[in-house]
């Protein structure tokens, strides 16, 4: 269904080509909703943007498309206010029969795309024998929101993990694991290294210490390129014990992804240096293999080189994600590939794609876009860390919020004196701890970094996910007061408009496809979440000022309707967000 600032557009387009012409068929009609209520809804000073290419004054140019703009159907008359302003009022009775249409209906007026297409999201990307920390919660959040909003969309999303399972480190934590866990490599099921980032360090440390365990772990690296059964054995128990570990985080975020890490574009990398070096791109620089960059300047002011083949004859993260691109448009077939990863990796990402444009590697239709976020922040503005100064780690973080939750509820189920079972304490602490968690993040602009407060996003007031259940709740609540089935407010029911809230929330309901599609395009969940934040409030509104279960008909039963659109709309664009509904709280 096409929302009213689409209708809009269209028609301005073609009251433009009356009234000046077929070369303004292509004209921006400038129409954005008005910043202030008195001005009507939407708002055009496309008059004024024409003045000088016409050689006419604005309010002339305003007053001959108003005269050609066929828009009775949709909105009051329009008027021409200021230096040549258009302003629009939507009717109320195309807001009924809108709503009026979609009763009923899953999807809620959102169409799917008409050219679905393949596409790539690369998200989380943790690293093997390391623990998932809170530098993995925005990439491993964001990438899901997005897959699920394109998937709703109708495109065909593969979602990536691209972990780090390959590198040089793998020497020195297989080294280690010989030592330390000898019995591993001949019991499957012996594995259990325990803490995984005590195991890293202690690993580390090792190898920072002691000189022949150091050339021990360069020689297991030269093992495991070469394929070395045992080692490759080795490396797969490490590999699997960190799969386990991510696992765990995944189920609990609800998260579904595929893993496709690092060293599955091993056996391509060979081929990437060697079309570089054919298509005469590659450049030798103290014996490593290395594309010099355009645009990129080293401290000296000379060109930066993007290394792909070391002196050494290894590769780098760089060969890597050169192969995983051509895989991708290749083999894959994607049309749009997304990177979700923090915005120190902007540079690392505009090279790489940079050298893939300049070896044609990247079709026309293919579009390829790092999606940059920034920091999570402590109270004191910095990177968020204990307070020993480690990274938080990402569970630690996400059972700290369930059990604050649950605190919450706990005192005001007191305070109520309410009785709950514990099963239902439960259930409500995680799904409420959990979407505080997600929403305070997706509801941020992605590429701002920002303060983590456990007391402003549990809290039931404000753009936070307690809020916006609550609202859900509402409704749920009205559902049982009145014994309401809102599963039989069918198709043929009818909507009216008469208060100011009602014809308020009309509009904002219509407006569910333009945001979602926003997101599609723009790849900011924050859109999302403003939207279902606007809903939330203007539901509230709606419900403090105009009776439901008490209206007599017709109105009763298109209140109730209202009600029902609020509560499906929250759990859709929730369940977008990668967040659970609760019909109590």
């Known amino acids: 269904m096409k929302t009213p600032i689409i209708l809009l557009k269209e028609r301005f387009l073609q009251a433009l080509v009356a009234a000046f ?51 009775s159907d949709i909105c009051q008359t329009p ?22 249409s979609i009763v009923g209906f899953a999807r809620l007026g959102v169409d799917r795309v008409e050219n679905p297409q393949k596409i790539v999201v690369d998200f989380s990307s943790p690293n093997i024998a390391k623990e998932m920390h809170v530098g993995h919660l925005r990439s491993t959040i964001i990438g899901d929101c997005i897959a699920r909003i394109l998937e709703f969309r109708g495109h065909e999303v593969i979602r990536l993990n691209h972990v780090g399972d390959w590198g040089t480190q793998f020497g020195m934590l297989i080294t280690y694991l010989r030592e330390a866990y000898p019995e591993a490599l001949t019991k499957a099921d012996a594995l259990d290294i325990g803490d995984l980032v005590a195991f890293y360090k202690k690993a580390k440390q090792r190898f ?6 150091c050339e021990i772990s360069r020689q297991a690296v030269v093992q495991l390129q070469a394929g070395d059964p045992e080692t ?36 391509f990398l060979p081929a990437v240096v060697a079309d570089l070096d054919n298509l005469g791109l590659l450049q030798e620089d103290q014996g490593a293999q290395c594309v010099f960059l355009e645009g990129f300047m080293n401290k000296e002011g000379n060109p930066q080189p993007l290394i792909v083949q070391k002196s050494n004859g290894g590769y780098n993260y760089a060969t890597t994600d050169l192969a995983a691109l051509r895989y991708r448009i290749k083999e894959d077939g994607a049309k749009r590939i997304i990177y979700v990863t923090d915005l120190g990796q902007s540079t690392h990402f505009a090279q790489v794609f940079q050298v893939a444009t300049r070896a044609g590697w990247i079709p026309d239709d293919v579009q390829v876009v790092h999606v940059p976020f920034g920091l999570v922040q402590g109270e004191d503005g910095k990177k968020l860390k204990t307070r020993a100064g480690e990274t938080v780690r990402l ?10 939750a649950k605190a919450d509820l706990e005192t005001r189920l007191q305070v109520e004196g309410r009785s709950e079972t514990p099963e239902f304490i439960d259930r409500v602490a995680q799904v409420v701890g959990l979407s505080a968690v997600k929403y305070a993040d997706l509801s941020q602009n992605r590429t701002s970094s920002y303060i983590f407060s456990y007391d402003k996003m549990l809290a039931l007031q404000g753009n936070t996910a307690p809020y916006m259940l609550y609202a859900y709740v509402r409704v749920q609540g009205i559902s049982r007061k009145g014994d309401i089935d809102f599963g039989h407010l069918g198709v043929g029911e009818q909507i009216i408009l008469k208060e100011e809230t009602e014809i308020a929330l009309a509009k904002h309901i219509l407006l569910l496809s333009e945001a979602i599609a926003a997101v599609e395009t723009e790849l900011l969940p924050n859109r999302l979440c403003q939207y279902l934040f606007e809903l939330s409030q203007k539901f509230n509104q709606f419900y403090d000022r105009c009776p439901v279960l008490q209206a007599e008909e017709p109105f009763h039963t298109s209140r109730l309707l209202l009600c029902d659109f609020t509560a499906r709309i929250l759990k859709l664009g929730l369940n977008l967000l990668g967040i659970e509904v609760l019909d109590r709280m």
């Open 232 to 267: 490759i054995q080795a490396w797969k128990l490490l590999c699997d014990q960190s799969r386990r570990e991510f696992q765990v985080i995944y189920d609990l975020l609800d998260i579904k992804v595929t893993e496709r890490g690092e060293s599955f574009y091993n056996p």
């Open 21 to 71: 012409g077929q070369e303004l068929a292509a004209t921006d009609p400038l129409l954005v909703p008005a910043s202030n209520p008195k001005f009507g809804d939407y708002q055009s000073n496309v008059a004024m943007s024409l003045a000088k290419p016409l050689k006419q004054k604005p309010r002339d140019i305003a007053q001959k498309i108003v005269d050609h703009l066929n828009v």
């Open 395 to 404: 569970r630690d973080l996400l059972d700290e919020a369930i059990a604050r």
């Open 79 to 100: 008027e021409i206010a200021g230096p040549g302003f258009i302003n629009l009022m939507i009717k109320p009775s195309y807001l009924e029969a809108q709503l009026s």
């Open 208 to 213: 920072d210490e002691d000189e022949a365990f």
